[in-house]
Nanobody, 123 residues
């Protein structure tokens, strides 16, 4: 059974940085991809960043490109999201996820989800 434990959210000010972590367990992820999505009330879950576990190829939404960085530590089965230059519009619940298929921006295609961690950016 795959389990994803996300952490690292909190309240920060505009321009601050924050790092989210997601510890994964329950399978070998070598052929999978992991990613981060975010969601605000009344809106669909939005792709933020993704990483292919084996190759470490990374993908970003246009809204975070240049500010956020996704990485992974194979020894700890952990994926990180380093968020810099945070803006109030980055406020959301952030979810980590795993897909065994093609890495897509569509949340429907992802197979397992963590519980979410809240990031609040004050102006």
């Amino acid at each position: 059974q795959v389990q994803l434990q996300a952490s690292g959210g909190g309240l920060v000010q505009t321009g601050d940085s924050l790092r989210l972590s997601c510890i994964a367990s329950g399978r070998t992820f070598d052929d999978d991809s992991m990613g981060w999505f975010r969601q605000t009330p009344g809106k669909e879950r939005e792709f933020v960043a993704g990483i292919k576990w084996r190759s470490e190829h990374t993908y970003y939404s246009d809204s975070v490109k240049g500010r956020f960085a996704i990485s992974r530590d194979k020894t700890k089965n952990t994926v990180y999201l380093q968020m810099n230059s945070l803006k109030p519009e980055d406020t959301a619940v952030y979810y980590c996820a795993v897909t065994v298929g093609v890495l897509t921006f569509d949340s429907v295609e992802w197979d397992w989800w963590g519980q979410g961690t809240l990031v609040t950016v004050s102006s």
